[in-house]
């Protein structure tokens, strides 16, 4: 009997020891309420695509050779001998959208010589398929000025299996093209208001949900709405 009841004793430490060594699953706090910081789309668009460290690299791996000289990266110095050409992108993304494989660059382009006016931020997109690179998307995803013009205006890029989609923040296009408007009469900054309105307008048209078609991305829609809320763990 005795010996009975210490084999059960046993068993419940050992059971109990088994159960404690167990993993467990931390849970991720819920998100918090106030809306300052980072991108959420739903669970359905998410915002990361692959990155990639060596564009030279990963082109070669895929059968090209030599950057297309195209208007979309390309930019002709004012240097000597005068044809000098410079790529301007930065390409370090990939998306996979529609079975292709998206080589995504970014581009800065500046609309002149005066800071008065301001550059756009370009979203430059190759499909790379068995050893050809075309040009796929060329957007305008973003302006800024380092003057008193309206405040900064960005699209956020995100993509499902699918589709692209270019969102807004809020409703930043809304009042930028409205404090655009209220400059127009300004003795100061009225002159230079129409062309840097036109970037942005420029920019704002860009949003909206694209797919692929005919070998190329179209837009077909609106995109959803960007949250912008405080991250709820750290990065």
């Known amino acids: 009997m005795r010996?009975?009841?210490?084999?059960?004793?046993?068993?419940?430490?050992?059971?109990?020891?088994?159960?404690?060594?167990?993993?467990r699953?931390?849970?991720?706090?819920?998100?918090?309420?106030?809306?300052?910081?980072?991108?959420?789309?739903?669970?359905?668009?998410?915002?990361?695509?692959?990155?990639?460290?060596?564009?030279?690299?990963?082109?070669?791996?895929?059968g090209i050779r030599d950057f297309p000289k195209d208007d979309a990266c390309w930019q002709t110095?004012?240097?000597?001998?005068?044809?000098?050409?410079?790529?301007?992108?930065?390409?370090?993304?990939?998306?996979?959208?529609?079975?292709?494989?998206?080589?995504?660059?970014?581009r800065f382009k500046d609309a002149d010589n005066s800071n008065l006016v301001p550059g756009a931020q370009h979203l430059v997109m190759y499909d790379v398929t068995r050893g050809s690179m075309r040009l796929v998307l060329d957007e305008a995803i973003g302006a800024s000025s380092d003057n008193l013009l309206p405040s900064p205006v960005r699209l956020e890029v995100s993509a499902t299996d699918t589709d692209l989609f270019l969102g807004e923040h809020g409703n930043e296009c809304a009042h930028s093209l409205e404090a655009f408007r209220a400059l127009e009469h300004d003795p100061v900054?009225?002159?230079?208001?129409?062309?840097?309105?036109?970037?942005?307008?420029?920019?704002?048209?860009?949003?909206?949900?694209?797919?692929?078609?005919?070998?190329?991305?179209?837009?077909?829609?609106?995109?959803?709405p960007v949250l912008i809320r405080e991250h709820p763990y750290p990065i």
């Open 189 to 224: 900054w009225g002159a230079s208001a129409r062309p840097a309105e036109a970037i942005y307008t420029q920019v704002c048209a860009s949003r909206g949900r694209y797919q692929w078609k005919s070998g190329r991305f179209i837009r077909v829609g609106d995109a959803p």
């Open 77 to 106: 110095l004012p240097m000597d001998p005068p044809e000098y050409m410079m790529n301007a992108c930065v390409c370090d993304q990939l998306y996979r959208i529609a079975g292709h494989e998206l080589l995504t660059c970014s």
């Open 25 to 62: 699953t931390a849970s991720r706090p819920a998100p918090r309420d106030d809306f300052h910081y980072g991108t959420v789309h739903d669970v359905q668009h998410p915002p990361n695509p692959d990155l990639v460290s060596d564009s030279t690299g990963w082109l070669r791996e895929h």
């Open 3 to 23: 010996a009975a009841v210490c084999v059960g004793v046993l068993a419940a430490v050992i059971g109990a020891g088994t159960a404690s060594a167990q993993p």
